[in-house]
């Protein structure tokens, strides 16, 4: 007999189980059978929590999304060092990377689904560009605190998310990352630029 469980943890056992069948089957070979199954619950356990296969998935993204987005608001109001607080921000999301493997890819079974699904598309455009917009926020602090050149705040954020989504994508597929070598660099470009003043 399933033990009762309250909601919110039912859903994430649900939730997580349906992240690992995503990333082992693919979203359209998944079917509603095999979430229940990895869940270790009834069919009939999993459209109680959910009308479908496709909210389950929006579901995780949204999540995913939202998680992201509270640690950055969060880490955005300690009074620390700007560049200490970058840095703390940049080790987070690589050291949770690389200890929830299953989060990275994921990741490429979402922009699976936006190359096949225009639906899925505009959901993740308009989440990245919330996204972004929390991270130019972020930039805009710094610019007004002085610890940061007026630059424009915007696409200083896109091009620190692609950064962040570009690694995310190298772990996804397994490329082996040394993370404090890549955060000494990453703080040294960011702190001094790449080129030399007379080049």
């Known amino acids: 007999m399933t033990r009762h469980l309250p ?11 349906a992240r690992r069948c995503f990333i082992e089957k693919g979203y359209f070979p998944t079917r509603m059978e095999d979430i229940a199954a990895e869940a270790h619950l009834s069919k009939g356990g999993i459209y109680f929590h959910f009308e479908s296969k496709r909210q389950i998935f929006e ?21 620390n060092d700007f560049g200490l607080m970058l840095s703390e921000m940049a080790r987070h999301y690589l050291e949770f990377f690389r200890s929830r493997p299953d989060y990275p890819r994921f990741f490429m079974v979402m922009g699976e689904m936006a190359g096949r699904d225009p639906q899925v598309r505009g959901m993740l455009a308009e989440l990245q560009a919330e996204y972004t917009r929390a991270i130019a926020a972020v930039i805009k602090k710094g610019i007004e605190s002085g610890a940061v050149r007026p630059l424009d705040a915007e696409a200083v954020a896109m091009l620190l998310k ?18 404090e070598r890549l955060l000494s660099v990453g703080m040294e470009m960011l702190s001094h630029g790449l080129l030399q003043k007379d080049a």
């Open 7 to 17: 909601e919110d943890v039912r859903r994430k056992q649900i939730l997580d189980a």
């Open 59 to 79: 579901t995780l993204v949204r999540e995913e999304f939202r998680e992201s987005a509270a640690f950055l608001s969060e880490a955005s109001r300690e009074e």
């Open 162 to 179: 692609g950064i962040v989504d570009a690694l995310e994508g190298y772990m996804a597929i397994g490329v082996s990352m040394d993370t």
